[in-house]
């Protein structure tokens, strides 16, 4: 027991050295390692996440096309960086997969209220992925990142989800 306990802090420790730029490293990157364990033991449905080799503040994420969206059968990257500030600053998250959706322009940026104004540090990775999840089922023209696309999305929904389903095959598969 006491060398997984050695073992833990060395980890622990090591993650520590990541980053010393900013304030919170310590409570940061402790908050992150708990958010990691749990990411880990009870992932959210059709998704994973964890750190890029050894950088705690670094992360990829992957979220699968939900079922009966246009994005399903898709498997969709994400980056997530996470400021040394962290849980208080938003963590920055964007599509690395290309998708054609009204709240998700070229650059990968995403338009989601807890990306934005609405992020509080009760949140966690798994509850912005599982946010992510529902825009990719239910997307928001009403506050678009792409209004052509929230346009065709409201006034030609048949050619927006068949384009949208082009690009997924042709993307995310």
């Not at 959706?101 to 912005?128: E, F, R, Y």
Request: proline share 6%; charged share 20%; hydrophobic share 35%.
């Amino acid at each position: 027991m006491e060398s997984k306990a050695s073992s833990s802090n060395s980890n622990s420790e090591s993650c520590l050295k990541v980053s010393l730029k900013g304030g919170n490293v310590t409570n940061s990157a402790k908050r992150i390692q708990k958010e990691l364990a749990d990411i880990t033991i009870d992932p959210p449905p059709n998704c994973s996440a964890g750190p890029k080799a050894d950088n705690l503040y670094e992360w990829a994420a992957t979220i699968l096309g939900p079922p009966k969206s246009v994005y399903e059968g898709g498997i969709f990257f994400l980056d997530v960086h996470f400021s040394a500030d962290y849980p208080f600053k938003l963590p920055k998250v964007t599509f690395k997969t290309r998708i054609y959706h009204c709240n998700i322009n070229s650059q990968g940026m995403i338009c989601l209220d807890i990306l934005k104004d609405n992020w509080s540090p009760a949140l966690t990775i798994s509850k912005v992925l599982l946010s992510i999840c529902s825009l990719l089922t239910d997307c928001n023209p009403l506050d678009p990142l792409v209004g052509s696309i929230a346009q065709q999305y409201l006034n030609n929904r048949e050619e927006h989800d068949r384009t949208a389903r082009m690009w997924t095959k042709r993307y995310a598969s």
